[in-house]
């Protein structure tokens, strides 16, 4: 009922003891339910007040440089990352953004890591990192913010990342990865990000979860 | 195998006489086949070259004020619009971004249209445009471009489109909208515009096929 936006966002659901009443079910199961739900950020419990329906949805301004991390600290989340794995690769790489072909010399090192909010996965992300402009950063910890490893360990700033957004479904393998039991819509963002004038620091090709995820921006003239 | 990018854009198809030949067919049922694939937008036949496939995604700057029209003209597409209804109303709406509750003051004009290009279905707006700020807008031709029709009858410059972007998931009547056979992935457009400072002249619900469409949008510091 909550997934289906039946119950919204700061209502109160039903408490143990009216769980009991209503379906029929022991003080366990309830305490179970109640539990459950909590463990998968649907609701939180407020001692002495009830258990209240949480707003699950983050918004993401697409125009800002904002990492992960300082996105879900502004949002009142504790970010966690889990690095699923890493590749060196010999070979360019070629992303086309609106017709036009950018190139990300290789060797770079490719980063698979899954990006979790209070312990409930919100994205998948891989990026495609520069060795010659981060020699060796396969060997720094790989589940802390890599903007800061970018900044602190090779005087990296980037400047601009140009971005595209697809709209794509998810199912099978994908469930898995973000612990969903039904598809799920998603954000597929690619893009570029630069450091100065026009050189590709790295590329990104991330998931964020439809259900939890909402893209703010401001169209001008 | 089109649909599944299994066959790219700008890949030559199968002939009459391939199709044939390989799948065992009548000359009509070939021609038909190939005549449905021309019509549904996933190839283009050349005289005397061949049918080639289509690149059917369109790229939108969600940063730009940028209507339908001029889009898809950009895109080399031939614009259409279906008025689908519209309503008086004389409520308020309001609309929640980022956390902020903005205020279309009534009555107000709900219009809903479907917008196609080259006859094929793209994306299903339903517009909120305030009739204090365009009186008698629903009397006007509203498969012309909304924005033109605020020029040009009401003097109204749109200067600023708040937007809320999510990814949704298709199905049932909506496939019979955009003539699907299949669910498919959609962005969700919700938007406010404003003329002037804090001026609200309309707001926006639309639905973007993610099958047709990318957004672009560019990130800095």
Redo the contacts between chains.
């Keep these: 009922m909550i997934q289906q936006g039946k119950i919204v966002p700061g209502a109160l659901v039903l408490s143990e003891n009216e769980i009991i009443e209503k379906y029929k079910v022991s003080n366990t199961t309830a305490r179970k339910t109640l539990h459950e739900l909590e463990k998968a950020g649907w609701v939180t419990r407020i001692k002495g007040k009830g258990t209240f329906v949480r707003n699950n949805t983050v918004?993401r301004p697409?125009?800002?440089?904002?990492g992960f991390t300082k996105n879900m600290i502004e949002a009142g989340r504790k970010p966690s990352t889990k690095l699923l794995g890493f590749h060196l690769r010999e070979n360019d790489r070629v992303l086309n953004?609106?017709?036009r072909d950018y190139v990300l010399k290789g060797p770079y090192c490719e980063i698979e890591r899954l990006r979790c909010a209070d312990g409930i996965p919100m994205m998948k992300e891989t990026r495609f990192i520069s060795t010659q402009l981060c020699p060796g950063i396969q060997k720094r910890n790989l589940e802390q913010s890599l903007y800061s490893i970018f900044e602190r360990h090779y005087n990296i700033?980037?400047?601009?990342?140009?971005?595209?957004?697809?709209?794509?479904?998810l199912e099978g393998e994908w469930m898995k990865n973000f612990e969903c039991k039904q598809?799920?819509?998603?954000?597929r963002v690619e893009?570029v990000s630069f450091s100065g004038k026009n050189l590709i620091v790295e590329m990104e090709d991330s998931y964020?979860r439809?259900d939890m995820?909402?893209?703010?921006?401001?169209?001008?003239?």
Tied chains: 1, 2.
């Design positions: 918004e697409v125009t800002r440089i904002f953004l609106n017709g700033q980037l400047v601009e990342i140009k971005q595209m957004l697809s709209s794509v479904h598809p799920i819509p998603a954000f893009g964020y439809g995820y909402r893209f703010s921006v401001s169209a001008v003239r």
